[in-house]
């Protein structure tokens, strides 16, 4: 397959150069954020099959419709539910709960973020939970940058908790076959520790010197809570579709289901029960305004980049450096492992951490038969999950819902700049992965 794959390429050039030319030229486009990347890794996907490295048969096997469905189906339940009001009742509940002082306030919103991130998806919830914390911070009167970062932060680091909350965990579950439960098992202890200690940090930094006036304080508790839910009926059928789908997540395995599936299935059903509750044309307007949620720039950014990077792997450039990778680690996988962590926290802080983990994942897999087979790398995949999703809170670049709120702050009037984020985002994202590499080491070399 992989010969007869390879065995058209223009004027008999290498395969592996060609793919390798493809791959960085595409990177290097994506990270001058010059053209949509979108648009790029489809050219790039296209150019693959044109020159010969790939026919578009095995271009399209290339293609992980599992990731696909799964985004896919996530964001489309997202979007109904969202409607109801839900997660802006959760912002204003949390700052009440934290009796509206801003020390509190920055704590609780952080927790809402990392759960709500583990359990949706981080760029999500930033986009639900910011807007409200932009409101709560203009009424209690105290400067909204440290909540914003604290959220960057936070959705980062309770989106790696799951297989569901972070793109990167998303593609190594589906391609290396780890499902829902594996993730909660193997990053959940550790995650737990790193968004405490990173609690303590940012309260260190910002929260105990937040003060509000008595009066701006009395201003957030009497916000309604109540009245940011505009439809209850949505919101229960919502409550119930979504624990529905976590717990198919969690018995995915017995049932034989994949997670696009059950993504896919939550997502027609919470679609369907919507179309009932409203008159045919509501009902068109709803579904058209779903679809359009759906961020079809992602979903066609990852077909395109998983076949740029299946052109990469059929060129045999994967393989090569798996060896010197193994080779360099002197066969050790604990040695692997650490480099694994290490390398992918301080490139996913430089390059987005998407396209980083496509490239990595069939890396990885071509190193297995060195360490005994593929059932024996499980600790690599968790390396890989922790460096590149934490790695992302690193600088502004790093994950897609850094941007997404640094967009929404500026619009606000609130400076997000890269250097000044940077410079506290840094170290903070290091001392995370310290604190992983004790757990790794501990856990499994």
């Given at each position: 397959?992989?010969?007869?794959?390879?065995?058209?390429?223009?004027?008999?050039?290498?395969?592996?150069?060609?793919?390798?030319?493809?791959?960085?030229?595409?990177?290097?486009?994506?990270?001058?954020?010059?053209?949509?990347?979108?648009?790029?890794?489809?050219?790039?996907?296209?150019?693959?099959?044109?020159?010969?490295?790939?026919?578009?048969?095995?271009?399209?096997?290339?293609?992980?419709?599992?990731?696909?469905?799964?985004?896919?189906?996530?964001?489309?339940?997202?979007?109904?539910?969202?409607?109801?009001?839900?997660?802006?009742?959760?912002?204003?509940?949390?700052?009440?709960?934290?009796?509206?002082?801003?020390?509190?306030?920055?704590?609780?919103?952080?927790?809402?973020?990392?759960?709500?991130?583990?359990?949706?998806?981080?760029?999500?919830?930033?986009?639900?939970?910011?807007?409200?914390?932009?409101?709560?911070?203009?009424?209690?009167?105290?400067?909204?940058?440290?909540?914003?970062?604290?959220?960057?932060?936070?959705s980062n680091i309770g989106g790696t908790a799951t297989l569901i909350g972070d793109p990167p965990n998303i593609l190594i579950g589906s391609l290396v076959g780890l499902d829902f439960n594996a993730f909660v098992i193997h990053l959940t202890p550790v995650i737990?520790?790193?968004?405490?200690?990173?609690?303590?940090?940012?309260?260190?930094?910002?929260?105990?010197?937040?003060?509000?006036?008595?009066?701006?304080?009395?201003?957030?508790?009497?916000?309604?809570?109540?009245?940011?839910?505009?439809?209850?009926?949505?919101?229960?059928?919502?409550?119930?579709?979504?624990?529905?789908?976590?717990?198919?997540f969690v018995l995915a395995r017995p049932l034989h289901l994949e997670p696009a599936t059950i993504a896919l299935l939550g997502a027609a059903i919470l679609m369907l029960l919507d179309n009932w509750a409203h008159h045919s044309e509501k009902a068109s307007h709803?579904?058209?305004?779903?679809?359009?949620?759906?961020?079809?720039?992602?979903?066609?950014?990852?077909?395109?980049?998983?076949?740029?990077?299946?052109?990469?792997?059929?060129?045999?450039?994967?393989?090569?450096?798996?060896?010197?990778?193994?080779?360099?680690?002197?066969?050790?996988?604990?040695?692997?492992?650490?480099?694994?962590?290490?390398?992918?926290?301080?490139?996913?802080?430089?390059?987005?951490?998407?396209?980083?983990?496509?490239?990595?994942?069939?890396?990885?897999?071509?190193?297995?038969?060195?360490?005994?087979?593929?059932?024996?790398?499980?600790?690599?995949?968790?390396?890989?999950?922790?460096?590149?999703?934490?790695?992302?809170?690193?600088?502004?670049?790093?994950?897609?819902?850094?941007?997404?709120?640094?967009?929404?702050?500026?619009?606000?009037?609130?400076?997000?700049?890269?250097?000044?984020?940077?410079?506290?985002?840094?170290?903070?994202?290091?001392?995370?992965?310290?604190?992983?590499?004790?757990?790794?080491?501990?856990?499994?070399?």
């Amino acid at each position: 397959m992989t010969s007869h794959a390879i065995s058209n390429v223009y004027f008999g050039l290498s395969p592996m150069w060609v793919s390798t030319i493809v791959l960085a030229v595409t990177y290097a486009i994506i990270i001058s954020e010059k053209v949509n990347r979108a648009i790029i890794a489809l050219i790039g996907a296209s150019f693959m099959i044109v020159v010969g490295v790939l026919n578009q048969e095995e271009a399209v096997k290339g293609i992980d419709f599992n990731t696909i469905g799964l985004l896919t189906g996530m964001m489309i339940l997202v979007s109904i539910s969202r409607r109801s009001g839900m997660f802006q009742y959760l912002a204003i509940w949390s700052a009440q709960k934290a009796k509206a002082n801003p020390a509190g306030i920055l704590l609780l919103l952080q927790l809402t973020t990392a759960v709500v991130s583990a359990l949706l998806d981080n760029v999500t919830t930033v986009l639900l939970v910011v807007p409200v914390t932009l409101v709560i911070a203009k009424e209690l009167d105290v400067p909204a940058y440290p909540y914003l970062f604290a959220e960057v932060f936070a959705s980062n680091i309770g989106g790696t908790a799951t297989l569901i909350g972070d793109p990167p965990n998303i593609l190594i579950g589906s391609l290396v076959g780890l499902d829902f439960n594996a993730f909660v098992i193997h990053l959940t202890p550790v995650i737990v520790v790193v968004m405490a200690t990173q609690a303590l940090m940012i309260h260190l930094l910002w929260g105990k010197a937040m003060h509000s006036t008595p009066e701006r304080r009395a201003l957030v508790m009497g916000m309604s809570a109540r009245e940011t839910i505009q439809d209850w009926t949505l919101l229960k059928q919502s409550l119930v579709i979504l624990t529905a789908v976590m717990v198919a997540f969690v018995l995915a395995r017995p049932l034989h289901l994949e997670p696009a599936t059950i993504a896919l299935l939550g997502a027609a059903i919470l679609m369907l029960l919507d179309n009932w509750a409203h008159h045919s044309e509501k009902a068109s307007h709803n579904i058209h305004q779903t679809f359009s949620d759906v961020e079809w720039i992602t979903i066609f950014f990852f077909i395109g980049l998983f076949i740029v990077v299946h052109g990469v792997e059929v060129g045999g450039l994967l393989k090569l450096l798996a060896d010197q990778l193994v080779a360099a680690t002197g066969g050790n996988m604990a040695n692997a492992g650490y480099a694994i962590l290490w390398a992918s926290a301080f490139l996913s802080a430089i390059v987005d951490n998407i396209p980083f983990v496509a490239t990595m994942i069939p890396l990885i897999k071509s190193m297995a038969p060195a360490y005994g087979g593929a059932d024996k790398i499980e600790p690599l995949w968790w390396c890989l999950s922790l460096g590149a999703c934490l790695g992302g809170n690193g600088t502004l670049i790093g994950a897609s819902a850094n941007l997404t709120v640094a967009g929404i702050a500026e619009r606000n009037g609130v400076p997000f700049r890269f250097l000044t984020y940077t410079y506290y985002a840094m170290p903070m994202m290091i001392v995370s992965i310290a604190i992983s590499h004790v757990y790794v080491w501990w856990r499994y070399f």
